[in-house]
């Protein structure tokens, strides 16, 4: 059947220019395939939806089928280690947040593209992933000095007074 992904949440997720090109390599290659089930329920009104990925019949795919199946099949083949909770499909999600977090992204933006309501428990999960404050702080600092003369401050020539 089909449904409404946890907490019966709907969610859009914009695509980057490059995975929209491998998307449409993919299409070319495996066009959609329109699959209609119930909705919601087994007994649910039957509902057709466009799916991008089928199985190799171009049947729906469980997740639980896609991660045993095809996802841990293609980490044995490759010899990656797959335990329960290591290598799962999951794992994506949280390469996909620590991804942007290294790469600068704000919490609030990490938040929305990983549909948390709260951006506080993005903070809480990915807090042990933002960069060193005091490298970064030293950073920034420097950066605001070196756009100027080196040897003045915010306020003009720095003036140093020494004892003699």
């Given amino acids: 059947m089909f449904a409404l992904a946890k907490y019966d949440k709907a969610r859009e997720?914009?695509?980057?220019?490059p995975v929209k090109?491998?998307?449409?390599?993919h299409l070319r290659r495996f066009p959609a395939v329109d699959?209609?089930?119930?909705?919601?329920?087994p007994t649910g009104k039957p509902t057709t939806v466009r799916r991008v990925v089928t199985s190799m019949w171009g049947?729906?795919?469980a997740?639980?089928?896609?991660n045993r199946n095809y996802w841990k099949t293609a980490l044995k083949h490759r010899k990656v280690p797959r335990?329960?909770?290591?290598n799962g499909m999951h794992e994506l999600r949280h390469f996909f947040a620590s991804t942007l977090i290294d790469q600068g992204e704000s919490i609030k933006a990490v938040a929305e593209w990983l549909?948390?309501?709260d951006p506080s428990f993005t903070l809480a999960t990915y807090a042990h992933l933002m960069p060193n404050g005091t490298a970064r702080t030293k950073t920034v600092i420097e950066g605001l000095y070196g756009r100027r003369d080196t040897h003045s401050g915010p306020a003009g020539p720095a003036t140093a007074q020494?004892?003699?």
């Fill in 13 to 17: 997720i914009p695509l980057s220019e």
């Fill in 21 to 25: 090109l491998a998307l449409a390599a």
């Fill in 35 to 41: 699959i209609t089930l119930p909705w919601d329920v």
């Fill in 59 to 61: 049947h729906a795919i």
């Fill in 63 to 66: 997740a639980n089928d896609c």
């Fill in 83 to 86: 335990g329960r909770y290591e």
């Fill in 115 to 117: 549909g948390h309501t």
């Fill in 162 to 164: 020494t004892a003699e």
